[in-house]
Nanobody, 122 residues
């Protein structure tokens, strides 16, 4: 069974930093794209940042220049470094692994973590 476990959320003042980490475990052959999404109360889930196996990154306009993303393909981990946080960054952050191939499987699947809460106070 593939599991994605996030850590690193918490409460921080505006202007501060947090680092989120996500580890994918299981009988994993490869993961195409790893990323972070977030969902604020009353809003839809949105992409924050993603990174391919070749380290091509994508960022939401709202976090460009403040957040960075990195991954370790050997460990199936992804990190989200969040700097200069703003109150509007408050949300539950979800790790996502897309095009994940497991040993013995022919289908690439999409998996989600359970989420970690980030609260930015003003």
């Amino acid at each position: 069974q593939v599991q994605l476990v996030e850590s690193g959320g918490g409460l921080v003042q505006a202007g501060g930093s947090l680092r989120l980490s996500c580890a994918a475990s299981g009988r994993i052959v490869s993961i195409g794209v790893m990323g972070w999404f977030r969902q604020a109360p009353g809003k839809q889930r949105e992409l924050v940042a993603s990174i391919t196996g070749g380290d091509t990154t994508t960022f939401a306009d709202s976090v460009e220049g403040r957040f960075s993303i990195s991954r370790d393909n050997a460990k199936n981990t992804v990190l989200l470094q969040m700097n200069r946080l703003k109150p509007e960054d408050t949300a539950v952050y979800y790790c996502n692994a897309d095009r994940l191939l497991e040993i013995g499987s022919y289908r690439e699947m999409n998996y989600w973590g359970k989420g970690t809460l980030v609260t930015v106070s003003s």
